[in-house]
């Protein structure tokens, strides 16, 4: 014992009570590492079947009860509706096909609420208590039936008016009022014309629900028109070509579409 109060050496005592006080030190540090490993690793849970340093799985989720309203269906912005039936009791269809621009039977499609095939609508009387659709409240749309006629083919052409307003009101849709003319495209030059020569009234009018639309259709026999020569209209028949439709109404900006004549 008096070994460790008094160190025995060649060298001088404070020397040995250093190396006493590092030893002790590391004795002491190693001791608290060991704590620290200890009480750090029994926290760890159970590894039976769940892998080793994985949380344990989630609980399952109960669902809620289920909603009592209807399922929402619909896009956003409301619903497209079809515009070949009627609706309400605006409703209507196509006109009828006429001869070389002459109104046919004209029927309208309906823009109002409900739902059922429209009825044939007949063009009503020049002066009727309906007022006139106001050229701001139509928009006009030319189409062929087809791009390209065979040799032996009449083209077919549809006049769409549309009413984008909220009332019901007429459109004259007669030869001298929707002039429909079809022209060349190699030359630019008219062949026809609905307001040469035609046989019936230069007015038709016909009745245009709110947001609705009339048609009236034709079948041009590819033969010229002149104004002047309605006795004797000119020889010949319209040759394979490309053809530029053009509708034009006063206070409306011109439609146009086009459609091809194929050779034999």
């Not at 190396?19 to 590492?33: D, G, M």
């Not at 340093?53 to 497209?80: E, K, V, W, Y």
């Not at 209507?92 to 499609?109: D, H, R, W």
């Not at 087809?146 to 007669?174: F, H, M, Q, S």
């Amino acid at each position: 014992m008096g070994s460790l109060r008094n160190p025995v050496g060649p060298l001088p005592s404070s020397i040995y009570w250093r190396r006493r006080a590092v030893l002790a030190s590391v004795v002491a540090l190693l001791a608290l590492l060991a704590v620290w490993t200890v009480s750090s690793g029994g926290g760890k849970s159970s590894t039976n079947g769940k892998g080793q340093g994985h949380p344990d799985p989630l609980a399952s989720i109960t669902p809620g009860p289920a909603g009592t309203g209807p399922a929402i269906s619909q896009a956003p912005g409301g619903r497209a509706e079809s515009g070949g039936s009627g609706t309400g009791s605006e409703g209507g269809g196509s006109a009828g096909t006429g001869k070389n621009g002459e109104p046919g039977g004209g029927t309208a499609t309906g823009g109002a609420a409900g739902a059922g095939s429209g009825g044939g609508a007949a063009p009503v009387p020049a002066d009727p208590a309906l007022p006139t659709c106001a050229p701001t409240a139509l928009q006009w749309e030319v189409k062929s039936v087809k791009n390209e006629y065979e040799a032996n083919e009449k083209p077919r052409l549809e006049l769409v008016a549309r009413n984008i307003a909220g009332t019901t009101c007429k459109v004259d849709l007669g030869p001298k009022q929707a002039v429909l003319s079809i022209l060349q495209a190699t030359s630019g030059k008219a062949v026809w014309s609905s307001a040469d020569c035609p046989t019936g009234p230069g007015s038709a009018f016909f009745r245009l629900p709110a947001q609705g639309e009339t048609k009236q259709s034709l079948e041009w026999d590819r033969k010229f028109s002149a104004a002047d020569q309605c006795q004797s209209p000119p020889a010949g028949a319209a040759g394979p070509d490309t053809y530029v439709v053009e509708v034009k109404s006063p206070g409306m900006p011109v439609a146009r579409t086009s459609f091809v004549l194929k050779q034999n």
